[in-house]
């Protein structure tokens, strides 16, 4: 298949929610004991039972089984959509994943190899990073900013420190002033320079006793790396400001450069992103914390430490700073085992080959396609780049009509209006994992539109042809919101879908 | 693009008209409004809000982006533009008339001639679209 053909058409399936297929009687097999229903409402604290449907195993494997079909994941194809490293996930990770699957948390004896695993895990990311302690409870990338900001705002408290600004550049991840702002502080966006990094210089013009910390996301939304890093973070330490690094663009400096040596206080990473597990509907995520040895009370609790004979265990009381648990047992810990096995089997030269091919990918990209669209700044970029649709917007071609026709060449888009900085931004990070081949075809259907673009540029307001949905109206879907019960049926009055 | 004369503008895309003693009208500008594109919600800060020039008045919200509205100058919110709530399309429609946001209770009139005119704010807009 070349990039100069639309994809065949997806099956036309429209798959109802199973709960409309369920009947009593469907599913003939006899429930497992604790879910015999005399016996669960007895049970304290369950409450009514869920409504599960009543459907036979046959229409359960076909629903989900249909579900997939309609479904792009990157067992699929290429999924160059920016800023979220959609690799692919080695499956050697799954099977070793699965091996401790059976493990229950409450078993000490069987939890102290995980615990062990875990606490491997930790000093890995800590070597990688270049930071002295590690917690791998939260959840996802926006629940560890929002972690490593309470672990800031506990730091300035145990000083005695009353600061409550946090300074984000407009490259920043649009989750982190959303985190700081739940974690207690006032956020303000400022500019980067001119060349797509921030320059110091403009950082001291915002910087005063306020400043609590500036939340940079190293490298930044325009795959540009924030060379002035080092100046950027001894000026903030002599301001008494802590610099706090996002660290979900890890993938691109891995194994080449650590946060810890540009003088990173803090930092989260996603495992779900940079260490190969699955994301994206496909999750869960893992956001683990990192951080500079001051800042190592206010971790989250338990940390994993080793009792008198040397064996893994919780510690049983948290250290009086910590900001205590931010996630129930352990995480999401299939997740780090899945991130542990990913960063072993590659090894330490694995994982930079990884960070410069994911870059050499993208440059690669960037050079074939920078005479075709505007390219909006310049300044050289690492795992990922922002195009803009200022050369097809005159002709009515705007970037969503590029997304949803790249659909129609057996793509993922990238992704769109996003960073802010670039009117009508394409976001393209095609990561590591993807051979030339797959890379050329791109390079054809990029070029494809381009040529539509310029002479039929109505057709790219048709796409997507091929999907099993065609162009969705979204504005009329957000102004007009139809919520569904939770059995399925559509609420009276709204009309079906 | 549409500049009216008669108002004053900010950096952030905001206009402001002073309809009577020390009341500030304000709302998006055109440029604003085409840039974000389809409207579809608009959250307002409540009557009474004491802000600052630059605090945040509301929240714009498109198909692409969700931007801040900010003050154009120091003030107190007396009135805020509840229609906008049903029909936030008229932000796309009619962003000099019907879509106008919040009444401001201006605190010094002196600031407001700190604002741009229509003719700084043409000049402003297209350096910014280079």
């Not at chain 1, 994301?279 to 430490?305: M, T």
């Not at chain 1, 050369?391 to 802010?420: C, R, S, W």
Request: with cysteine.
């Amino acid at each position: 298949m070349s990039g100069n053909e639309y994809v065949t058409r997806f099956p036309e399936v429209r798959e109802p929610l199973l709960n409309l297929k369920g009947a009593p009687g469907k599913n003939k097999r006899v429930l497992p004991a604790p879910f015999d229903t005399a016996g669960a409402a007895d049970l304290p604290g369950t409450g009514d039972l869920p409504d599960l449907p009543d459907v036979s195993e046959v229409e359960t494997v076909r629903h989900f089984t249909r579900l997939s079909r309609l479904n792009y994941g990157i067992d699929h194809g290429m999924y160059p959509l920016g800023s979220c490293t959609m690799k692919y996930n080695p499956k050697i990770t799954e099977e070793i994943a699965a091996r401790l699957a059976p493990i229950h948390p409450a078993d000490t004896a069987a939890m102290e190899p995980v615990l062990e695993r875990l606490a491997q895990l930790q000093e890995h990311l800590g070597e990688i990073c270049g930071m002295d302690a590690c917690s791998l409870w939260p959840a996802a990338g926006a629940h560890g900013e929002l972690t490593g900001m309470m672990v800031i705002s506990r730091a300035l408290k145990s000083r005695g420190d009353k600061r409550r600004t946090v300074l984000i550049p407009d490259t920043a991840h649009g989750t982190n002033p959303a985190s700081c702002t739940i974690a207690g502080f006032a956020t303000k966006a400022i500019p980067s320079g001119e060349k797509g990094y921030l320059e110091a210089s403009i950082l001291r013009q915002h910087l005063d006793r306020d400043t609590a910390a500036l939340m940079i996301t190293n490298p930044n939304t325009l795959g540009i790396f924030e060379q002035e890093i080092g100046a950027i973070a001894e000026l903030l330490h002599k301001n008494g400001s802590y610099l706090y690094m996002d660290g979900a663009n890890l993938n691109a400096i891995m194994g080449v450069a650590r946060p810890g040596d540009m003088g990173v206080d803090c930092m989260h990473v996603n495992l779900h992103k940079t260490f190969g597990t699955p994301h994206g509907g496909g999750g869960p995520g893992s956001g683990p914390v990192l951080v500079r040895q001051e800042l190592e009370p206010f971790l989250p609790a338990p940390r994993i430490v080793r009792d008198g004979s040397g064996a893994y265990a919780l510690e049983e009381e948290p250290h009086p700073e910590s900001i205590g648990k931010v996630h129930s047992c352990l995480g999401n810990v299939s997740v780090c085992i899945r991130a542990l096995a990913y960063i072993l089997s590659l090894g330490s030269r694995g994982l930079r080959e990884a960070a410069t091919t994911a870059s050499l990918n993208a440059l690669y990209l960037k050079n074939r396609l920078k005479s075709l669209f505007d390219l909006a700044y310049e300044t050289p970029t690492l795992h990922e780049f922002v195009l803009s649709d200022a050369l097809q917007k005159e002709g009515g071609v705007t970037t969503m009509d590029m997304a949803k026709t790249l659909m129609d060449f057996g793509f993922h888009p990238p992704t769109v209006y996003f960073p802010l900085v670039v009117a009508g931004a394409l976001m393209i990070e095609p990561t590591e994992t993807e051979p030339l081949e797959e890379l050329d075809r791109f390079v054809q259907a990029m070029e494809n539109i381009a040529a539509m673009s310029r002479e039929e540029p109505e057709k790219t307001h048709e796409s997507p042809r091929t999907a099993p949905v065609s162009r969705v109206d979204e504005v009329w879907a957000a102004r007009n919101l139809i919520l569904t019960w939770p059995d399925g049926r559509i609420q009276p009055g709204e009309e079906g879908i | 693009m549409e500049i009216p004369e008669q108002l004053y503008y900010t950096e952030d895309h905001e206009w402001g008209e002073m309809v009577e003693d020390g009341m500030m009208r304000v709302g998006i500008t055109d440029y604003a409004q085409h840039e974000l594109g389809d409207i579809v919600f608009v959250e307002l800060v409540e009557v009474g809000t004491v802000v600052a020039k630059g605090d945040p008045i509301g929240t714009v919200e498109s198909v692409k982006a969700v931007s801040e509205i900010y003050a154009p100058v120091d003030g107190e919110v007396f009135k805020v533009n509840g229609a906008l709530t049903d029909t936030p399309e008229l932000v796309n429609q009619d962003c000099y008339g019907e879509a106008w946001m919040v009444v401001l209770k201006v605190n010094d009139p002196a600031q407001v001639d700190t604002l741009m005119d229509a003719r700084a704010y043409q000049a402003y807009v297209e350096a910014e679209a280079k």
